[in-house]
């Protein structure tokens, strides 16, 4: 069972409202990744974080808005979302982040629906 | 150019058969191409992957063949089984990010 946990793992919102998503890595690794999952669409990567430090913003717009207060645990807050952001949110993490062949391991995911 | 286009986009098999998914790429800067496999509820974990200096690495049933010079991958799923039902995607890196196909959701009936 992987060692990536997400909460909470379905979620209903109004544009309106505010809320976080939740992953903690129980694995020791350094990295850690938010992506989105859309149908028919390839995994989109939206942050990362190496050593508690951003160091990629895949020009995701500001009404999502990662915290990354230690390297086991990640959070997306989610502010006036639009319908179109309804999709498979996935975190995973990796060792250091820094290799291109590090294997990333992926958490359930958070299926969001904004209404 | 980073993109990493698979296909086909679903994929029914017959318990016993052979699955082929197919992905190609256009940025020579790739060099390391795994395939992450997905069952519902799930997310996607690591299968297998290769490095363009070899032509086809096999692990148990799943085998990954790489065409260089084609900038073309593929995956073979020999002896199919139900249990293989998931969704596979290929991904290819060349610095420190990941790009990943669309996907193909296998069926594999008894």
């Known amino acids: 069972e992987t060692g990536v946990t997400q909460t909470p793992r379905h979620l209903v919102m109004g544009m309106t409202n505010k809320k976080s998503l939740k992953c903690e890595q129980h694995?020791?690794?350094?990295?850690m990744y938010w992506y989105k999952q859309s149908a028919k669409k390839p995994l989109e990567l939206m942050f990362v974080?190496?050593?508690?430090?951003?160091?990629e913003n895949n020009s995701v717009p500001s009404r999502f808005s990662p915290e990354c207060p230690n390297s086991s645990h990640l959070f997306l807050h989610l502010h006036t979302l639009q319908p179109e952001d309804s999709a498979l949110y996935l975190c995973?993490?990796?060792?250091?982040?820094?290799?291109?062949?590090?294997?990333?391991?992926f958490g359930p995911g958070t299926r969001l629906l904004v209404l | 150019q980073q993109q990493v286009k698979q296909s086909p986009q679903s994929l029914i098999v017959q318990k016993g058969g052979i699955s082929i998914i197919n992905c190609a790429y256009e940025n020579t800067a790739f060099d390391y191409f795994p395939w992450y496999q997905q069952f519902p509820g799930k997310g996607p974990a690591l299968l297998i992957a290769i490095r363009p200096d070899v032509s086809e690495k096999k692990e148990g049933r799943f085998t990954i063949s790489f065409n260089k010079s084609a900038k073309q991958f593929s995956l073979h799923i020999m002896d199919s089984q139900p249990g293989d039902s998931a969704t596979y995607f290929c991904a290819a890196n060349g610095t420190d990010k990941l790009i990943f196909g669309t996907g193909t959701r296998l069926q594999v009936f008894p």
């Open positions: 995973a993490s990796s060792q250091t982040g820094g290799l291109k062949d590090e294997t990333q391991y």
């Open positions: 694995l020791g690794h350094n990295a």
């Open positions: 974080y190496n050593f508690k430090e951003q160091t």
